[in-house]
């Protein structure tokens, strides 16, 4: 793992099959702190938007149990 620092901030960045991926929480955390991740994390367009990444992505992803927690979103 390596990071690089934008604006004096050190975002992680893990390279996976030559892709590199970037630490949203990393950036997150800069931006508004701890506070703005969870309300994201409340967010039902995240929740959706992380709903078809795992379902497209994660073969063992399990969808009846996400469901729930969508709906109480």
Known sequence: MSQIVVKDTPIRVVQIDDEDYI??????????GEFFITDWLRNRNTLEYIGIWEKIYNAD???GEFAIIKDQS
């Open 23 to 32: 630490c949203l929480t990393d950036m997150l955390k800069a931006k508004d």
């Open 61 to 63: 992803f399990y969808y």
